[in-house]
């Protein structure tokens, strides 16, 4: 608070009229009273020779809130009254300070509050935009024709995998997540080069890999390795195609070309 409006605040609490006459106040920054660290004083220079007996001067330690304020009050000798009396003029600026303080206090736990509840609201609607975009990755997911599964790079666990890759496979759901990726190929060799290459690249794609199925057929596919972030952390995102058909497909039609040939 600035120097004007503590002014404004010890009159409206003692009176202009009782400080100009009863009680010389003094308020410091900090636990000495220094000249430099004085916050307010009810007299001036001038009006202190009318002089102030140093026998009933009161210094009061005020700490609020880890934050350590002074009180010097002092008496003038020429208007002395009782200091029985001059001690409950003494409590009631104390007190008063300190309900300043308290008033300091509410409004910075008042913006404070205002300040969370913002923070709250942003965080709420980012919740929300990530449930939102979660939704769509999980339909996208769940709904790709091609065989999808995410895997941690250092380990080759699997850790999700969609609905294609049971088809593709013949594995169910609950066995292909917590396998091993390499569990999967025919090569696996090759399959951790290409997991360590996408990894450092960002994307491998493989045009043609060997892998088998749950009862031991090897079958050819294409397979894309894309390194992600999701949830804070790198994981393998892998896309493959089941080249089965393609490829029988190419084989029938060559067999017909020579016999036609």
């Not at 910075?108 to 939704?135: P, W, Y």
């Not at 290409?194 to 294409?222: I, M, Q, Y």
Request: aromatic share 10%; glycine share 8%.
């Amino acid at each position: 608070y600035s120097p004007y409006r503590m002014n404004d605040l010890m009159e409206g609490i003692l009176g202009p009229h009782y400080l100009e006459k009863q009680l010389h106040v003094q308020v410091f920054d900090g636990e000495d009273p220094l000249p430099q660290s004085l916050l307010y004083e009810s007299h001036s220079a001038e009006e202190q020779r009318l002089g102030f007996d140093k026998l009933l001067t009161r210094q009061i330690p005020v700490d609020f809130n880890g934050h350590s304020w002074t009180l010097l009050l002092r008496h003038p000798t020429h208007e002395l009254v009782g200091w029985e009396f001059a001690s409950a003029w003494i409590v009631m600026v104390g007190g008063s300070f300190i309900t300043l303080l308290l008033f300091i206090m509410t409004r910075v736990l008042l913006n404070a509050n205002i300040t969370l509840q913002s923070e709250i609201e942003q965080r709420k609607q980012a919740d929300e935009a990530l449930q939102e975009n979660e939704e769509k990755y999980r339909t996208l997911f769940e709904n790709e024709g091609n065989g999808v599964f995410i895997f941690d790079p250092g380990t080759m666990i699997i850790s999700e995998a969609n609905p294609a890759m049971s088809e593709i496979y013949g594995y169910s759901y609950e066995e292909l997540v917590g396998m091993n990726c390499l569990e999967l190929s025919a090569e696996p060799e090759k399959s951790v080069k290409a997991a360590a290459d996408a990894n450092k690249s960002g994307r491998v794609n493989v045009k043609l890999r060997w892998h088998k199925k749950k009862d031991g057929t090897v079958f050819p596919l294409e397979i894309d390795i894309y390194s992600i972030v999701l949830s804070g952390k790198s994981v393998g995102f892998t896309v493959i195609e089941d080249l089965t058909e393609q490829i029988q497909a190419e084989e029938e039609k060559g067999k017909l070309e020579n016999r036609l040939g």
